[in-house]
Structure formats: C-alpha cells, structure tokens
C-alpha cells in the first residue's frame, strides 16, 4: 500500500494547523491599539475629571505570607485631591488636597498629617488617578494585553527607582478606558491590588470634600517626609 499520499495530507494538516495558531496570534497581537493612543484616552479619561467609586483592596506581605482585605468609597477631583473612605475592616479615611495629607482612625481618635506630594511622590496610594500626566512623567510603560482578561495591561516602572515601588500595572478597560485595576509592587515582593469598581463620573464633588478638620482632642502625629 502507498502511504505518500497519507503522510502527504498530514503534513498539510499540520502546516495548516500552525498557519493558522500564527495567523491567531498575529491577530491577537494586531488588535492591541498602540500605547501611545491608549494613554491618550485615558489621558482625555481622566484630565479635568472627577469622579465617585467602590474599591476593593488586597494587600500582600510576602515576607510574613500575611494578606489584608479592605474595602470603601473613593472620591478624586482632579488635579491631585482624592478621598478614600475605608470601611473595613477598620473606618479610616485618607485625604488629600493636593498639598496637605491626612489620614484619620476614629476608632483611636488619631490623625496623622503630612504633606501629600512628598507622600505621594512615588506613585503610591494611586496618587495619579488625580493627576493622569504623572504616568508618563514618572514612568516607563509597556503595552500588553491581561492574561486571562479583556483588559488593556500597562506595566509601568518608576523612573526614580526606590524600595516603596518597582512596579505599577495599570489594568484598562477597552473603549471606556477606564482604569479598573491598580497592582503595585516593590522590591520585598509585597504587592497592593485595588479594583476600582463601578466609577461615576457623572458627578460634582465639592472642594470642600477634601479638606479635613481635626476633631479636639484627637492625637496627631506627623508623617515622616
């Protein structure tokens, strides 16, 4: 029996079957916007703008394999004032202006106060989300699509490296370009992951939303710059 013509056709198969995985990942590939145009739409997203939001936050420590769960509201308009209202498991609030910092515990009658472009200056605490123009002026950035998810991924590297950060990924949502996920490392390997969930921009937030009045007797301490 000739079995050319056999071998022949699975040969073919097999071209064909590896044309067509290449031509898929082509595809794939192709179909990612170029990141200059992605930065652009989120750039237009988020300049000028302000918004109301849930969040949830996990928190890893790698070092003790200790991970924290929290979850609030956040408020930001832009430039540089944001609102974040945990909720658990603790109440706390973190709030910024732009120059001044606070962070107040109710349950301790605590708060602590700094000032917030020295805290922020890292890209720590999504402090861009107020500010878009920090990503490109604090960071490099590379384009990749999120495995597993519909989601533009852009992983961004501080240009001033420090311990606080080494990464950023920003996780974008394709025609929205909203920003739907924020995971932060640093050189321990510790990571934060907040997922901005259901963001209203449709909204008017007061300046005066941003600003913190210290309750009497509370104790304050300063942030460490």
């Known amino acids: ?55 949830l936050q996990e ?28 909720e658990k498991p ?27 472009p020295v805290f922020f200056r890292d890209g720590k605490g ?6 878009i123009s920090l990503v490109r002026k604090k960071f490099k950035i590379e384009l990749a699509q999120a495995e597993g998810e519909y989601l533009y ?3 961004m590297t501080p240009i001033e490296r420090t311990l606080n950060v080494s990464e950023i990924r920003l996780y974008v949502t394709p025609r929205s370009y909203n920003i739907a996920r924020i995971v932060t490392l640093n050189d321990y390997g510790d990571d934060t992951r907040i997922d901005i969930v259901s963001p209203q921009f449709a909204v008017h937030l007061e300046p005066s939303l941003f600003s913190f009045d210290i309750p009497p007797g509370a104790d304050v301490q300063k942030i460490d710059e």
Do not use: C
């Open 1 to 55: 029996m000739n079995r050319f013509p056999k071998t022949l056709a699975m040969i073919l198969l097999w071209v064909s079957v590896i044309a067509h995985l290449e031509l898929v990942q082509a595809v794939a590939s192709d179909s990612l916007p170029p990141l200059d145009y992605i930065l652009k739409e989120v750039e237009k997203r988020y300049t000028g703008s302000q918004f109301a939001a849930e969040f």
């Open 59 to 86: 928190s890893t420590i790698k070092a003790m394999q200790i991970t924290d769960f929290a979850n609030g509201r956040l408020y930001v308009r832009y430039p540089g004032m944001m609102r974040w209202e945990y």
């Open 90 to 116: 603790e109440r706390q609030v973190i709030i910024t202006d732009g120059k001044k910092l606070w962070i107040y515990r109710p349950q301790d009658n605590l708060v602590m106060a700094g000032n917030a």
């Open 126 to 131: 999504a402090s861009f989300l107020s500010d």
């Open 153 to 155: 991924e852009l992983k």
